[in-house]
């Protein structure tokens, strides 16, 4: 049943099985297929809403997260804006700490859904638009002063299990659904990792032959083991510089794809001109991590990405001017 045929007892009931769309005119010339799960489509506008919901649910089925309690994450504001959704409907308060370099958009969301915004400065020289990894350790340094001061409970989407189980149990099995052709390949654009790992491991444990693929900033690939050439990329939600992910496992990561700024900047403005797909900056480097193994090892077959996040979250940016 399709959450649109059935009365809903709260938004969080509208998370996930969202559609899943061929882009059959940006591989016209290419040949082969994309399969892009429209995750935009969800409450929050991104794929985040799903770890923030089964989060939220782990922690109250095993007792973690008791009742009244605050609930806090560091976030590049995706999970913030699904965990204030989430937490908003259950009844929690919710902070959300980030960095004043990602778009101010997400921050004015979760704001409007209920959460207490908390904006961290980022290092000296550091550029709006790109969160860098010593970025990321001030705000992590801020979510554990926090965490302490108001004894909350910290949603860490690096390490909670929830994050892997959401697209475990719902993202992959659904593609795979609704697929219904063989799927050759995954690629995808690695933040915490979570979404990748979640969706190899069902695409492993349906075939072992669908290749499984890390896409990363071509200037920041630490993940690949190459050098940082330059730290500061313009793909948000992820090219954190963390060599260690911990929801990764080796055995399911078949290679790495490289993408630039440039890029992943053209192939959003492709897919919203001619998809009319309006989605961010890390769904334009996946379709173009897939239209590069559709040039080269994958030729000719059909590969699965993930359309992360709306276009609107950046409408601050200059990704659309
Ligand atoms: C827009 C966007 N793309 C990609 C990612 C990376 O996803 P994951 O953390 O599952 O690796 C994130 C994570 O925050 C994100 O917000």
Redesign the pocket.
Known sequence: MSRADHLLSSIAGAIGNTPLIELSRITKELGGRILAKAEYMNPGF???DR?ALQMIEDAENDGLLKPGQTVIEL?????GTGLAIVCGVKGYHFIAVMSKGNSIERARMMAALGAEVVLVNQLPGSKKGQVSGGDLELVEKETQRLTRERGAFRTD??RLKG?FRA?YLHTGPEIINQAGCKIDAFC???????????CAAAFKENNPAIKCYIVEPATAAVLAGEKVTNPNHR????GYLMKN?E?LNPEHIDGYVKVTDEEAVATARRLAKEEGVFA????G??VFAAMQLLENEHRGQTIAV?L??SGL?YLSTDLWV
């Open positions: 991104s794929k985040k770890i976030t590049s504001g995706n999970t989407q690096f994050n697209h995808d654009f690695a933040g915490t990792g979570g979404s990748f790992a979640g793909i948000q939600g992820g992910l929801m961010g900056f890390s769904s480097a996946n993930l992360n996040d979250k």
